[in-house]
DNA sequence: CCGCACCCCTGTGCGC
DNA sequence: TGCGCACAGGGGTGCG
């Protein structure tokens, strides 16, 4: 589910409310999908106070007092959510108990997401972070433009390779393409330097207006309160094949780009 | 490097 | 009502 502004908003609201807590027990309630077991992962983060919350890529980060670091990856379905303690509920994943009894919570129904406790150092050697590309909202379009303008593959493919570019989804993708009228089959070489440095500075305004309206829920999302988003009341083109282009009027199309549903106006994007 | 198939899981919505 | 299929915010692997 979450793409970069879901997991934004939910880092910075747990930055808010975990700073200074204190990590006092570790409930491994599904360890199916953990790296290690879970008095392994407790023996990392227990005792430890939150220092700071963060994110890279669709990767949210906690950051301990004693220098070690929680990963989470939501994958499609996961949730990280903090509130008073409660009963374990059905796709409770792994609960982190904290020293004012409150509870933070990992669940993911589809158990693609895994959580990783990381000790001093540990985080920087992690090889999924080292292959992820620049953050689109910390880069200048000019220079997110030079990473695929010597490309062939799909444009649509490429933002969704996070060696590319961190961070980007398959619903921000499709909007910002219909944003800077870019079809999903072209190819990152046949998009000129102006297409793309245009639709990376389209990427940037979507993003950063998805993370204002605290991210979109299709299905699972929420943040770390447990609230729906609204952006997904903005969308232009994600899963609105068949209905009419806000902007032209034209039917939406769609088409399976990197194996992704890949929704467009033929109008507003023609073919390449 | 590119594109595709398939896998990891569970749930929902739709056509028959 | 029930069944079977397609599809879902992600990412990894393996093959041609």
């Not at 895994?114 to 220079?143: H, I, K, N, Q, S």
């Not at 297409?195 to 943040?223: K, M, P, T």
Request: contains cysteine; proline residues 6%.
């Amino acid at each position: 589910m979450p793409e970069l502004p879901e997991v934004e908003v939910i880092a910075r609201g747990l930055h808010a409310v975990l700073v200074g807590r204190v990590i006092a027990a570790v409930e491994p309630v599904d360890p199916t999908r953990l790296s290690e077991d879970g008095a392994a992962l407790a023996a990392k983060v227990v005792g430890a106070g939150v220092v700071r919350v963060s994110r890279r890529a669709k990767v949210l980060l906690i950051g301990l007092g004693n220098g070690a670091t929680l990963a989470f990856h939501l994958k499609m379905t996961g949730r990280v959510v903090h509130g008073p303690m409660r009963p374990v509920e059905r796709h409770d994943r792994t609960r982190f108990i904290l020293d004012d009894g409150s509870l933070l919570c990992f669940a993911d129904m589809r158990r693609f997401g895994y959580v990783r406790a990381f000790a001093p150092g540990g985080l920087e050697t992690w090889d999924f972070l080292c292959r992820v590309g620049p953050e689109p909202l910390d880069t200048p379009p000019a220079a997110l433009a030079g990473r695929v303008l010597s490309r062939s593959g799909r444009i649509k493919a490429l933002l969704l390779d996070q060696a590319v570019v961190a961070g980007v989804g398959n619903i921000y993708a499709d909007e910002s393409l219909h944003r800077a009228g870019i079809h999903p089959q072209t190819r990152g070489n046949r998009l000129g330097r102006a297409g793309a440095e245009r639709l990376f500075a389209h990427l940037q305004d979507v993003l950063r207006q998805a993370i204002a309206e605290n991210g979109s829920s299709i299905r699972d999302y929420v943040n770390a309160s447990g609230d729906a988003g609204a952006f997904q009341n903005s969308f232009a083109v994600y899963g609105r094949k068949g209905s009419p282009c806000a902007v032209c009027g034209a039917i939406l199309f769609a088409v399976k780009v990197a194996g992704r549903t890949s929704t467009f106006c033929p109008r507003c994007q023609p073919e390449p």
